[in-house]
């Protein structure tokens, strides 16, 4: 025999609880969607909207030192590989980046670096070549500098308002106003 007395009626408390939760997150539910239903936008902000290159200080010394760097697709389309290049002494300024392949080649056809004075060439076309700065690529994006910081827009064609492609960065000028 046990000293504790036998209790009965917990199955219907139980029930009764859960039966309350589920109403409060039904409920829960219902008025998210209200509230999403009313927005006027469909935008959904998933991830960065640029690839941040990093610190402008260390990828010039890089690029100084070994060549323009290639970025295998960093923006998961798996076709978008990138060459991020700078000229000049100033990291703030002096940043291009384009599409490391010739238009209309396969993705293993990337430009080939030579040296400052040639710029690139084709892997798989000799024949083609390009500029250090990469103009004349089929795509280029548009850098930023921001608070020591490269800031690369891939996706400056799907805004509604699309940049332009120019792809060096100048300071905001300190001048007085009407002087």
């Not at 590989?81 to 000229?87: A, Y």
Request: charged share 20%; glycine share 12%; aromatic share 6%.
């Amino acid at each position: 025999m046990s000293p504790v007395q036998r209790t009965t009626g917990h199955a219907g408390r139980a029930l009764a609880v859960a039966l309350v939760a589920v109403l409060v997150a039904g409920v829960g539910l219902w008025l998210a969607s209200l509230a999403i239903s009313r927005r006027s936008t469909t935008d959904i902000g998933l991830g960065d909207q640029t690839f941040q290159g990093g610190s402008v200080v260390r990828l010039a010394a890089e690029i100084a030192d070994r060549g323009p760097i290639i970025y295998p697709d960093v923006s998961g389309e798996r076709s978008r590989d990138i060459i991020l290049q700078h000229l000049g002494s100033d990291p703030e300024r002096g940043w291009y980046a384009f599409l490391a392949q010739p238009g209309g080649k396969p993705r293993a056809c990337t430009w080939q670096w030579l040296d400052a004075r040639r710029g690139f060439r084709a892997k798989c076309d000799r024949s083609l070549t390009l500029p250090p700065d990469g103009r004349g690529a089929a795509e280029r994006f548009p850098v930023k500098v921001r608070k020591g910081r490269l800031d690369i827009d891939l996706n400056y064609r799907t805004r509604p308002t699309a940049p332009s492609t120019t792809t060096t960065t100048a300071p905001v000028s300190g001048g007085k106003p009407g002087g």
